[in-house]
T-cell receptor, first 113, second 112 residues
Framework: NAGVTQTPKFQVLKTGQSMTLQCAQD?????MYWYRQDPGMGLRLIYY???????DKGEVPNGYNVSRLNKREFSLRLESAAPSQTSVYFC????????????FGNGTRLTVT | QKEVEQNSGPLSVPEGAIASLNCTYS??????FFWYRQYSGKSPELIMS????GDKEDGRFTAQLNKASQYVSLLIRDSQPSDSATYLC????????????FGRGTSLIVHP
């Protein structure tokens, strides 16, 4: 059982380049999330999708876009990467009700030069 | 503004001791509480969840919740060097989209 799968694991971009981070879950979860984690800042929510067909902004959405492609997949796109987007990105999923915990992918370490 | 506060640490304890990690939250509507462990360079993994006042035990881990005082704690008994990690507290508020708010984590070091 794979759980939450993120690709790629590592990526180096030049300023202004674009890329898409992919995330897929096989737990039939309704909700999916994208977080970034920076030293001393904790986990900050970028975007989330409460259910298939819906997406909403989180705490730090600027510079990002998302697509909930289907129930399994939730992608995060950086249209024009900036050095401030250097971070570790985590995708997570949950059943979506109040008692359900988040299940995290292994993360993508992104460096923008 | 929902806030979840944790002491960043590091909290250093000797092997075999009890490690006590604390978390306070600001929103009285909070209903679900989670503790995650994150090893360096890895993703967070769920250790415990607790929803009612009192204690919940799972092996060497005990979560304690006091909604009146708005704090949740995690006790790790017989601490092992393998418990050295960052522990994240997460809180969900009732209603809405159930987005958890995370604390910044407490770094725990268990030394032999």
């Amino acid at each position: 059982n794979a759980g939450v799968t993120q690709t790629p694991k590592f990526q180096v971009l030049k300023t202004g380049q674009s890329m898409t981070l992919q995330c897929a879950q096989d737990m039939n979860h309704n909700s999916m999330y994208w977080y970034r984690q920076d030293p001393g800042m904790g986990l900050r929510l970028i975007y989330y999708s409460a259910s298939e067909g819906t997406t909403d902004k989180g705490e730090v959405p600027n510079g990002y876009n998302v697509s909930r492609l289907n129930k399994r997949e939730f992608s995060l796109r950086l249209e024009s990467a900036a050095p401030s987007q250097t971070s570790v990105y985590f995708c997570a999923s949950s059943e979506g009700h109040g008692d359900s915990p988040l299940h995290f992918g292994n993360g993508t370490r992104l460096t923008v030069t | 503004q929902k806030e979840v506060e944790q002491n960043s640490g590091p909290l250093s304890v000797p092997e075999g001791a009890i490690a006590s990690l604390n978390c306070t939250y600001s929103d009285r509507g909070s209903q679900s509480f989670f503790w995650y462990r994150q090893y360096s360079g890895k993703s967070p993994e769920l250790i415990m969840s607790i929803y009612s006042n009192g204690d919940k035990e799972d092996g060497r881990f005990t979560a304690q919740l006091n909604k009146a005082s708005q704090y949740v704690s995690l006790l790790i008994r017989d601490s092992q060097p393998s418990d050295s990690a960052t522990y994240l507290c997460a809180v969900k508020v009732a209603g809405g989209s159930y987005i958890p708010t995370f604390g910044r984590g407490t770094s725990l070091i268990v030394h032999p």
